[in-house]
């Protein structure tokens, strides 16, 4: 346990800011010279049920340092567990590997579930309390005086503050206490606990929960925690919300913290459906509208129609598809592998939202190379020769590069919706179909190109047939010019040939030197396969070559090939301005 020991060394605030990686007096400052209104700004955001929420977000400088502490933290947790051989959690939530989707898990097809709510979770918890923790704690014991600082670092106003990185990880440690207490009552009467933040549940398949967990309230359907229960949250610090005490029988929907838990673990059916409804809208008309809430002179909560952003909405449907992919997952470890083969009618919604952000409505330019390793060429490339550049990237504030490409990403995600996971073989059909595919959408296209980068090599023929079908040209199509138009903005760019050479690859624009480069006495293979005892691949080569060493590589080689990709953006934006804005009426 490496990073505890250091930690457990620490005596001094100087001995903790080296063990966190900072300089003390940059440490001293913020927490003892930096002004105190200058620490945190304050403001509140509206809850769903119209309360107020108070956040207090920490400087710059602050949540930097803060942030660091919750990683660290969050390190020392984990070889504790890997020590002591712990493989589970009762508490789910800002745990690494951990999510709402397992703790929802939890509680699948269960009788009764009920939900327990703790009033004011991160307030409850005190300077004392967290300085008290790191003193006396078994797996910690920290000196004194590092505890202090870490409890300055940790906590505003006497409290953990909602909107520190810090405040997360720090009462996971302070309710673990709660946690092991919570679980063992549960299990001695044959129940399931498990904790999400301040949301604490409990299922079973009995008939009725003991009545020291929960007893009906005054009125029909309402219920009040067990004094029993109530007891021991009341002794480990904490309070119950008795307004939020819930109990949920399994002929009715059965949620935990927000997702449906009755037969498998799924996002509620009127969530799915308003996700769908609003991507319809985006396709159909270029926009939707959203709901927020927000908070009016008074400090009254309302509901208002705004203006959704794409990103949003992605974000919601990769929320789904989170939830989805868990459920799979299992599936897949109880040995049903076959359980699902097509896309869902949600999926299929998903996959079309994937293709109008990044190849219809994309905001710039899209690239789509062949493989993860090439998007790190291409992209250390732009940055070195980016004055050269301007229409593929563009310095702002002073020395801040900013790309004004896309490169499009390989994941888990794109390859299941899109069936794209690199190689030739799949972007066949992506270029045979990419007019139908965006045939999908009546809102205006981006004027920005679809480009997709191939190596000029034997591997590239099944690729320039299927140019040669999907275009129905007579023209022989083997890599000898510089790109391929296909149709609606999608073009496809062969690796330049260089010295007369007969085929090409993207490596071949590294110079010499670089790609001798030596990793542990290994040298590169650019075949990437069938690599010896002495060989490395592409991966090791982009990673710890290209990426760490951009700053002193000469990256002229790529210029033949950024001035084909510069010369076709300038081209389809050209063409589409032309097509959208009418011709000057002829002076008389």
């Excluded at 996002?267 to 509208?289: D, N």
């Excluded at 290994?522 to 490395?536: M, R």
Aim: aromatic share 10%; with cysteine.
């Amino acid at each position: 346990m490496i990073k505890l020991k250091l930690l457990q060394s620490a005596a001094t605030l100087r001995d903790l800011s080296i063990v966190l990686g900072f300089q003390p007096k940059a440490v001293s400052f913020i927490l003892y010279k930096y002004s105190k209104e200058k620490l945190y700004t304050s403001f509140t955001i509206p809850k769903k049920s119209g309360a107020l929420r108070d956040i207090h977000a920490p400087c710059a400088e602050l949540k930097n340092l803060q942030s660091r502490v919750s990683e660290y933290l969050q390190d020392c947790i984990q070889e504790i567990n890997e020590y002591k051989k712990i493989t589970q959690t009762l508490s789910h939530g800002f745990k690494r590997g951990y999510s709402i989707v397992t703790n929802a898990s939890t509680h699948r097809k269960r009788r009764l579930v009920l939900n327990i709510d703790l009033e004011d979770f991160f307030g409850s918890i005190n300077f004392g309390r967290v300085r008290g923790f790191f003193i006396t704690n078994k797996n910690f014991s920290l000196n004194p005086n590092v505890a202090t600082v870490l409890a300055q670092i940790i906590c505003f106003d006497n409290k953990l503050p909602q909107g520190s990185p810090c405040s997360p990880v720090m009462s996971n440690l302070i309710g673990h206490l709660l946690d092991i207490k919570l679980a063992a009552m549960a299990s001695s009467m044959k129940c399931t606990y498990s904790r999400y933040a301040d949301d604490l549940t409990f299922s079973t398949n009995k008939q009725q929960f003991p009545v020291e967990l929960v007893s009906p309230g005054d009125n029909h359907h309402d219920w009040v925690a067990g004094a029993k229960l109530e007891q021991i949250i009341s002794k480990c610090g904490f309070k119950v919300n008795a307004r939020k005490t819930r109990l949920q029988y399994q002929d009715s929907r059965q949620d935990v913290t927000g997702l449906v838990v009755n037969e498998k673990v799924n996002v509620p059916a009127p969530y799915r459906r308003q996700a769908r409804a609003m991507a319809h809208k985006l396709f159909e008309h270029g926009s939707f509208q959203i709901e927020r809430l927000s908070i009016k002179d008074k400090g009254q909560v309302i509901s208002e129609r705004i203006e959704g952003s794409v990103d949003q909405l992605s974000g919601m449907f990769s929320y789904i598809a989170m939830v989805s992919q868990h459920s799979k997952d299992l599936l897949l470890k109880a040995g049903l592998k076959n359980a699902q083969t097509e896309l869902s009618s949600i999926e299929k919604v998903h996959r079309d939202l994937i293709f109008y952000k990044s190849f219809y409505a994309n905001p710039m330019p899209t690239i789509i190379c062949e493989g993860k390793t090439d998007n790190v060429y291409l992209r250390c490339a732009i940055r070195s020769l980016a004055k050269q550049y301007p229409l593929l990237a563009t310095f702002e504030d002073g020395n801040k590069l900013k790309l004004n490409v896309s490169l499009f990403k390989y994941s888990r995600l794109n390859s299941n919706l899109l069936g794209i996971s690199g190689g030739t073989s799949n972007l066949k059909p992506f270029i045979s179909d990419f007019s139908k595919n965006i045939a999908r959408y009546k809102s205006r296209k981006s004027p920005f190109p679809v480009i997709i980068l191939i190596d000029n090599d034997r591997g590239a023929k099944e690729i320039y047939s299927t140019i040669k079908t999907t275009t129905k040209t007579a023209d022989t199509i083997d890599g000898s010019m510089p790109y391929y138009h296909i149709a609606q903005g999608l073009y496809v760019v062969p690796t330049p040939k260089l010295n007369g050479a007969l085929e090409s690859k993207i490596e071949d624009f590294f110079p010499l030197q670089t790609l001798s480069e030596t990793l542990d006495g290994k040298k590169f293979n650019d075949k990437n396969e069938d690599l010896k005892a002495d060989e490395y691949g592409k991966h090791f080569f982009a990673e710890h070559v290209i990426k760490k060493k951009q700053n002193s590589i000469d990256f002229t080689g790529f210029k033949p090939l950024l001035d084909i990709i510069s010369s076709i953006i300038s081209q389809s934006v050209a063409l589409h301005m032309s097509a959208v804005v009418p011709p000057a009426a002829p002076k008389v």
